[in-house]
Structure formats: C-alpha cells, structure tokens
C-alpha cells in the first residue's frame, strides 16, 4: 500500500499469465478491476474475500487473453466495462479480438463496452483519481491509466519490463507505440511503478534507464 492508501492485487490468470489487477483503495474499499482476462471465479473469490466495492472494469485493450473474464464478472458485479473508443469493435469482433484462431473461441460470448473512453479521461477509484493515456501500437486503442497521486500506471500490453508490446496483429504498429510511450509514458516522474499486462512490474526510471525500445538515447 502506498502513501495514498491504493493496494494493488495482481490475479496472473490462465493460460499465458495474463495479469488482472485489482485495485482499491484500502479504507473505502472501492476497486476497479483491470483486464479480467480469464478465470472469472479467482477473480471474484479474491473480491469477496476483501470485501470490495467495485466500482467499473477497465481494460487497457481488446485482445482475447485480456477480455476473456469480461462478461462473467460484469454480471456477476453489476458494474460499467470501459476501453479507448479505439478498441470498442474487439469486445465483440472474434477476429479483432483474436478468440477466433483460440481452440475455444465458441466459448466467447462478448458484448459491447458501456463507456468507451478517450485521452485525459479520468476515472475514480475511491480517492484516487486515473487518468487515460492513449498509446496505440500494440493495438489501435491500447491504453494506460496513471494516477499520479499514487505513482501508478497500468500499461496493459504497451509497455513491460525491458520490452514493449507486440505490434505485428492486425491494427498494430511499432511506430506508434515506440512514439505514444517515449511522448506520454517514459516522461512520467522515474518513481512511477508500472504494472504490465503480462510479466513483473517494472518503473518508469527503469524502463528509461534499460529499455532498448524506449530508453533515453534510443
């Protein structure tokens, strides 16, 4: 737990660790759950078992190993799914998305996201506010949510330890994504801790320092 109060709980769901948070703020008890990827009843028994209040779903993209949770822990919550207007067509697109080349791809059953979101939107989480970073690239409508207050950033497939996300599906491009972190995320204060999509968290003075795709003089 930070100074702000925010606690973070990091859910690695099956098949390809794909990292779902959960996020709340420790006195209020209001959450947001980020990308619930798979595995819906981990993710709920952990929200039961700190007595959380969520509050929305956030997702940072639409791929299927991200969205795979999506739909079951919605109507378990009663709560609002959010993701960059960019990406809206993949929460019920199975090519875009990429359930169609999965083997259980007739398992995917999406629907359409209630806020789409755009750059500088916020959302709250308790007393801590997020702010919305567009960095396209690994798909056209990635994006992180930062809060400064907490020094957080949840960067989804954009950005991971000493790597950045894969830009070779459909809608990807390296360019962008090398441009939208080196403008908006490698910038951010060096003590900024980022929680990646797949993999350890990282920071931000880190991924300036090491990382070959982002760091200062790259």
């Known amino acids: 737990m930070d100074k702000t109060g925010l606690k973070i709980i990091t859910i690695p769901t099956a098949p390809i660790e794909e990292n779902c948070y959960l996020c709340y703020d420790a006195e209020k008890k209001e959450a947001l759950v980020i ?23 956030l997702l940072t993209h639409g791929h299927w190993d991200h969205i795979g949770a999506v739909e079951a822990v919605r109507k378990a919550l009663g709560v609002k799914v959010f993701i960059h207007a960019d990406d809206a067509a993949m929460l019920t697109d199975k090519r875009q998305n990429l359930f169609a080349f999965m083997e259980t791809h007739h398992q995917f059953a999406g629907s359409a996201a209630d806020v789409l979101l755009h750059e500088g ?97 790259s």
């Open 35 to 57: 990308d619930p990827g798979n595995e819906a009843e981990r993710i709920l028994d952990a929200i039961r078992e700190q007595e959380l209040k969520v509050q929305a779903i």
């Open 121 to 217: 939107d916020k959302i709250s989480c308790g007393s801590i506010e997020f702010q919305v970073i567009h960095t396209p690239g690994h798909t056209p409508g990635g994006a992180c949510y930062y809060a400064p207050a907490a020094g957080v950033l949840f960067s989804g497939d954009s950005l991971f330890a000493e790597e950045i996300g894969r830009c070779d599906f459909p809608g990807g491009s390296l360019t962008a994504l090398i441009s939208s972190l080196k403008r908006k995320v490698i910038t951010l204060p060096e003590d900024t801790k980022v929680y990646p999509g797949h993999g350890p968290a990282t920071d931000v003075g880190w991924e300036r320092a090491h990382n070959p795709y982002v760091s200062i003089g």
